[in-house]
């Protein structure tokens, strides 16, 4: 199973809105065959796997992350190919958490026959599949928050420079991160000072950037931001109040942004509404790059799910340099928001921590 999860993998940020699923082939102890699910519309990890395989596949077992479907959709069901190759025992990670079809795949093979193991590796298969299984539940975006800082707790200096509190391995990393994501979210403070471009670099063959997202604020973003390059090309959406003038919103979408009007919260954009409209929008992951003041009202609204915080061994100092979480935070230390399943890795000379709320 641990092999089928690194296939998996393989198809991370490009299966949306699919889940990542990988697939293998055990005959007589030894791998026969292995397949993953490359890109939403083109064949199943299962059914990959199942063509290589061949003839070899009657009488062996299929290890597969996730419950295998039982329906048409934009390909044919892979619980009918299963029972077309022989396969005699399938081992499953995790069930459908489409309530809709949840069991129906499993009911369907043990009626013909074939004999079903669920729940290996069981917490490793939700993992990997976080994004998707709490959009298929919720309607709701997956939201990871990512943030770097210093040793300290500082995102900036006094003045906001903030280039670079991290080293290159943990760029690079934070790159990946992207490739991964639906979305990513910044507001528009974050936009001013930094003027981020929020792309993946560098770019690979086959790897698309994610949606960039701009929460509007008080100040008037200039269209000729970074975040705005290609915007023809590729999708990026500036996030405003009704408050938005006719004459700005005009400039914006005049050079292929898209401008969505959510209702406003103390004066400014409502998140919740937001990830509710990039849940129907089919946005299934959302990774939030800051600033302090857009990260805590993440915090204050429940909306985050997992944090990816990178520390780096320096000292910034300063009352008047920002942290990482804005806003008023809490007023009683039993108020704290718990950090669970939390990982801790070294890049370079920085730390990655990571965690889900």
């Known amino acids: 199973m641990k092999l089928v999860l690194n296939l998996a993998l393989k198809g991370e940020g490009r299966t949306n809105p699919n889940p990542v699923v990988g697939a293998v082939v055990v005959k007589s102890g030894e791998v026969v065959a292995k397949g993953y699910h490359q890109k939403a519309g083109l064949p199943h990890a299962e059914i990959i796997a199942l063509r290589k395989a061949g003839d070899m596949a009657r009488g062996a077992d299929l290890y597969v992350n996730l419950e295998p479907c039982c329906h048409h959709g934009r390909t044919p069901p892979c619980t009918e190919a299963i029972i077309a190759s022989g396969i005699k025992k399938v081992i499953l990670g995790i069930r459908d958490p489409n309530k809709l079809v949840s069991g129906r795949g499993i009911r369907f093979l043990r009626k013909k026959g074939v004999e079903v193991v669920v729940g290996v590796l069981r917490r490793d298969c939700e993992k990997i599949n976080e994004s998707f299984i709490k959009y298929i539940t919720t309607g709701r975006p997956w939201v990871i928050l990512k ?26 990393y934070a790159h990946r991160l992207r490739s991964r994501v639906d979305a990513v979210l910044v507001g528009a403070e974050t936009v001013r000072l930094d003027d981020p471009q929020l792309t993946v670099r560098p770019k690979k063959k086959g790897v698309q950037n994610p949606t960039r997202i701009v929460v509007a604020g008080e100040t008037n973003i200039s269209a000729s931001a970074k975040i705005f390059n290609n915007a023809h090309k590729e999708r990026v959406i500036y996030a405003a109040t009704a408050s938005l003038s006719l004459s700005q919103k005009k400039k914006i979408q005049g050079i292929g942004v898209e401008v969505l009007i959510i209702k406003r919260k103390k004066d400014q954009v409502d998140l919740s509404l937001l990830m509710d409209k990039l849940g129907d929008m089919g946005v299934s992951s959302v990774m939030i790059e800051g600033g302090s003041e857009i990260s805590g009202t993440a915090f204050k609204e429940k909306l985050v799910d997992k944090v990816i915080y990178f520390l780096a061994p320096k000292i910034i100092g300063g009352k008047n340099a920002p942290g990482p979480i804005g806003g008023q935070g809490i007023a009683k230390l039993k108020e704290f928001v718990k950090v669970k399943e939390m990982s801790v890795a070294r890049l370079g000379n920085d730390l990655v ?4 709320i």
């Open 353 to 356: 921590i990571e965690g889900n």
């Open 147 to 172: 943030s770097a800082f210093s040793l300290d707790g500082k995102i900036a200096t006094r003045t906001g420079d903030s280039r670079w509190i991290t080293g290159p391995q943990a760029r690079a």
